[in-house]
């Protein structure tokens, strides 16, 4: 096939991924705004659509114990390992249509590419729609690929939606089984790893003109709940030199994450997302501050050094100032990097059809993060208008959709006969 003839199809297959993410986009709970939770009818529909879909690709099609929608194309040998693509078809409330969506739409069609030239590979394909990644309905994350993996904590079938219903009694409504979520769990040796597609959720490709990147890390997090502790007392009759000002005290330290952390670099960020002064009042001075601080980076060891620095300088701030600094962490995650072998492979394949490229973290968590624990992962960023997603603006345009479908064919195929 010639360069021209290959990027006609390659615009057509984009075509059809953006037409149908607007068909997925239209399965909402809410007709204005889209809204797709695990196990709503809206899910088990979407599920369905996907399925048909990953059979017109050529797969043979079924929906695992948890409710994850999977698509297998055989390789030249029935029953030999497979390479796993996919991404999650569950939303945040009032999302985008492309987040999750369009790294299982893309998927599908570098099977349907197969399919079309009548071509097997040495490795098989499978295709798979994670049911929920978000978390949305029942505060879990990872919820369909941790199923895939076999690591389902025992508390998850007891955990509870905000109308009280439990997850096993939403599996026993949507037709699932609660007794029988083991079954979804893969062996290690039925695939060789996981390659996923996504939009980037930031401005890094926007900003340096490329539609394409690279993931080396998906981003580990520390989040802590921080409080100043001072005195309160009367706006008007307290000298400022005998202040102990717990917001002054927090605004110190503030600034000092911000200049701290771009001071290192790395990659990392640090987020002061919540304050609370009390007692509250225009005429009292502020006794104690609550905050919380989210520190995020694509290495542990950088990390855990940034937050001891940050932790320390609150310290000395509070110490300063006579008043006392506390701190609990309540969430933490360790960085997950990509396999250096699948960053090389998908770097190549970028780097033909875009020319160079360019390898960033991802500050958001995807499934990869489960999957990785048993298999080697690696991601391909696709540029997202102005970095914005989980927001119905969230954007992405079909040239560099037909560039992401080409270079995640090459990839796939390259790497589907080692």
């Known amino acids: 096939m010639s360069v021209s003839a290959s ?32 196990l709503s009818p809206q899910h088990l529909q979407a599920n369905q659509r996907v399925g048909e879909w990953m059979r017109q690709a050529g797969m043979t099609v079924w929906q695992d114990s948890v409710g994850n929608i999977c698509g297998r194309y055989e390789g030249e040998q029935e029953g030999t390992q497979a390479i796993l693509l996919g991404s999650h ?29 009548g071509k097997r590979l040495a490795k098989a394909i499978e295709v798979v729609g994670f049911c929920d990644e978000e978390g949305t309905r029942f505060g879990i994350t990872l919820l369909g690929s941790r199923g895939l993996t076999g690591t389902w904590p025992d508390g ?79 706006a008007g009759t307290v000298p400022m030199h005998h202040r102990k000002d717990a917001l002054a005290a927090a605004a110190e330290w503030i600034m000092a994450v911000e200049s701290t952390t771009r001071q290192r670099g790395g990659n990392l960020v640090a987020t002061i997302g919540t304050l609370d002064c009390t ?21 542990d060891a950088p990390l855990d050094a940034l937050l001891h620095d940050l932790l320390a300088q609150a310290q000395d701030i509070a110490t300063r100032r006579h008043m006392r600094f506390g701190a609990q962490e309540f969430y933490r995650i360790a960085a997950t990097p990509c396999d250096a072998q699948l960053q090389t ?32 992962t690696g991601m391909l960023f696709v540029r997202c208008q102005g970095g914005i997603s989980h927001h119905p603006a969230e954007s992405v345009n079909v040239d560099d959709v037909a560039l992401a479908i080409s270079a995640f064919t090459s990839a796939v195929e390259t790497l589907a006969q080692r």
Request: charged share 20%; proline share 4%.
């Open 7 to 38: 990027l006609r199809v390659d615009i057509q297959q984009a075509a059809r991924v953006m037409a149908r993410a607007d068909e997925l986009a239209a399965i909402s709970e809410a007709p204005d705004a889209l809204t797709r939770v695990y």
């Open 89 to 117: 078809l569950d939303t945040v409330r009032n999302a985008g249509r492309y987040d999750g969506m369009l790294g299982v739409l893309t998927a599908i069609e570098v099977v349907h590419s197969l399919h079309q030239q």
């Open 156 to 234: 998850w079938l007891a955990q509870t939606d905000a109308n009280g219903i439990s997850v096993a009694q939403a599996m026993v409504n949507a037709g699932l089984d609660p007794t029988r979520t083991h079954l979804a769990a893969r062996r290690t040796e039925e695939l060789a790893c996981y390659l996923e597609l996504h939009i980037e959720q930031g401005p890094c490709l926007e900003q340096q003109g490329l539609a394409l990147g690279v993931v080396e890390a998906i981003n580990g997090a520390r989040r802590l709940n921080c409080r100043f502790t001072g005195e309160a007392g009367h």
């Open 279 to 299: 007692p509250g009042a225009v005429n009292v001075i502020p006794g104690e501050v609550t905050l919380t601080l989210d520190i995020r980076g694509p290495e």
């Open 345 to 376: 492979l998908l770097a190549d394949a970028v780097t033909r059809v875009q020319g160079r490229a360019l390898h960033l973290p991802s500050g958001a968590g995807h499934d990869a993060i489960a999957i990785a624990e048993r298999w080697p």
